[in-house]
C-alpha cells in the first residue's frame, strides 16, 4: 500500500483542485514510464506534476524555447522518484536550466603542488548545492538532448532526470554524500553497510578490468554511487533485484516501490 503525503498550503490546494490539463495528458500517456505505473501511481504523480510545475521555474538557457513537452517532460521523471514518499517536492530546487544540448561548465581542479587550475567539462546535467548555504540544494542543470534520449530508451540504465534528481534527494539531508535522509533511524545501518559494501565492490571491480552492471561512474563517490544506482533501481530494476538484490531492497525501501514489477518498452 503507497503512502502518498503533500505538505498543503491553501495554494497547492488550490493547484491540486484544478483537473489536469488535456494536452499535457496527452503528452504524459506517450511516457513509457508513465504507461508501466498502476492507475493509483499515475493519478499521484499527475498531482505531483501540477504543483512541481507550479512551484518550479524551468528555464531555456542557450537560445532553447522551453514549452509544454519539455515541462511535461522534465516534470513526469522527477516526480516518479517521489510516488509514494512523503515529500515537499524537492524543496531545495526552485530552477531547472535546459540547455538544448550538451554544454561547457567551467570548475576548478587540484593541479600538482597544490595549485587550483581552471578545468572545462562537457556535461548533460548537474545538480548544484546552494551558492549561498552549502548544506542545501540548488539548481538542476538538464541537456534536453539528453533528457528526450532518457525518455525514449527506457531500459538502458541511463537516465538524466533520475540521476540529477537524485541528487536533490541526497542534499536534503543536508549534503550531497550518498546518505539521503531516512525514514526511520533504524534504516541508516543497513543502508551504510549495504551501499557502502556494493560501491567498494564496484570499485575494485573496476580496477581488476572487470565489467560491471552498475555504470563505473557509480565509483566516483558516494554521491554518484546513489545517483547512478536510482538510474538502474527505476530503468532495470528487474535486474537490479536479480544481480544485487540488497541493494535493490535498500532503494526499493527508501523511494517505497517496486519497479521490477513494471512492464516497460521502448517509446
Partial sequence: MFK??????????????????????????????YIALSSQEQAQLKDLIKIFLDEKSIEGCAGLEITDEIRITIAAHACVLLLGRETDIYPN?????????????KGTAMGPGGVLIETTQVRSGESWQGAFAPQSGGPVVLSWRAVKRSAHCPLDGSNVVFHEFAHQLDSEAGGMDGAPRLERQ?????????????YQSLAESIRKGQPTFINPYGATNPAEFFAVCTELFFERGR?????????????????????????????
Avoid at 493547484?15 to 504524459?28: K, R, T, Y
Avoid at 530546487?93 to 561548465?105: E, F, G, M, Q, S
Fill in 4 to 33: 502518498f503525503l503533500i505538505p498543503t498550503s491553501w495554494r497547492r490546494k488550490r493547484i491540486l483542485s484544478q483537473p489536469f490539463p488535456e494536452h499535457w495528458e496527452v503528452m504524459l500517456a506517450q511516457q513509457a514510464l
Fill in 93 to 105: 530546487c526552485a530552477t531547472i536550466l535546459v540547455y538544448p544540448d550538451a554544454y561547457i561548465a
Fill in 239 to 267: 535486474e537490479m533485484k536479480a544481480r544485487h538484490p540488497e541493494l535493490y531492497q535498500q532503494l526499493a525501501d527508501f523511494y517505497k516501490q517496486d519497479p521490477a514489477s513494471r512492464v516497460l518498452c521502448d517509446s
Fill in 186 to 198: 533504524g534504516q541508516y545501518l543497513p543502508w551504510a553497510r549495504v551501499l557502502g559494501s556494493e
